[in-house]
């Protein structure tokens, strides 16, 4: 049995971490896993968007203790399999079925757009194991929201449900189990035709948009992507199409 399964559908590529009986943990294994399926999906010219999720209870119960130790180089290891998908360059969906817990916390807020069911939980638990959050937890889930959620998740080691998560602007929105998928493939569908450059060039510049930037800074970079973005033949016959669709109504 893979531990790890990869599909591409409708123009977005999906990880399903797959080891139930152990909630779906992080082994060096595994993250290598992930690492090569998040390789496949980037340099697939047809995949427009990638979709992490977890079988059976959990989405990601964390890495494995065992292999938790005080080198660097091994962390390093553990961490390889959700920064894959955190700093991939596609748009990232985390669909969320059950506990997020510790590096599988991470994995959840390294996406871009978390899609939950009511049994999901967003659970940090570094402070049960005597860890400080690593694996750049806290400048992620700093992007994501205000302090006092990011204080109360980090510093009082409080967890969220999915409700609590769409509440607190963590996640996007709550759905039943069974439309879990289905809802984070019809996420996609306004992108499915989207030139997967344009795409990539958006991210780009969003994760740029960081709270450092000033508006005139990101005003440039902005104008530059634009500017290339107009001398796409996507663009112009979009824009030639929507010409002609306003002279024909007036």
């Known amino acids: 049995m893979s531990l790890v399964l990869f599909e591409i ?4 590529a999906l990880i399903t971490l797959n080891n139930p009986e152990k909630r779906n943990m992080l082994t060096l294994d595994v993250c290598a896993q ?10 697939n010219p047809e995949v427009k968007a990638l979709i992490v999720t977890g079988s059976g209870k959990a989405f990601c119960a964390g890495g494995q203790l065992s292999d938790l130790v005080p080198d660097q180089q091994q962390l390093e290891s553990i961490y390889s399999g959700f920064l894959s998908i955190a700093n991939c360059r596609l748009p990232t969906i985390a669909a969320i079925n059950g506990p997020a817990v510790g590096a599988g916390f991470n994995m959840a807020v390294g996406c871009d757009v978390r ?12 402070f049960g194991l005597g860890l400080h959050p690593g694996g750049g937890n806290t400048w992620m889930l700093r992007q994501l929201v205000n302090w006092n959620t990011a204080a109360g998740m980090l510093l009082f080691s409080q967890s969220l449900s999915g409700v609590e998560a769409v509440e607190k602007g963590l996640a996007w929105k709550v759905v039943d ?9 019809e996420f996609t569908a306004n992108i499915r035709d ?8 958006t991210k780009e510049t969003l994760r740029k948009a960081g709270g ?22 996507y663009a112009q016959d979009s824009i030639a199409a929507m010409i002609k669709k306003i002279s024909s109504q007036s």
């Open 34 to 43: 992930i690492v090569d399926s998040v390789k496949q999906a980037e340099e």
């Open 115 to 126: 899609i939950v069911t009511e049994a999901a939980r967003f659970e940090p638990r570094f």
């Open 212 to 233: 450092t930037n000033s508006h005139k800074e990101m005003l440039e970079v902005e104008t530059a992507a634009q500017v290339w973005s107009i001398n796409q033949a």
């Open 177 to 185: 189990a069974d439309q879990l998928l289905k809802a984070a493939f």
């Open 194 to 201: 989207v030139p997967k450059e344009l795409l990539l060039r």
């Open 9 to 12: 559908r409708d123009n977005a």
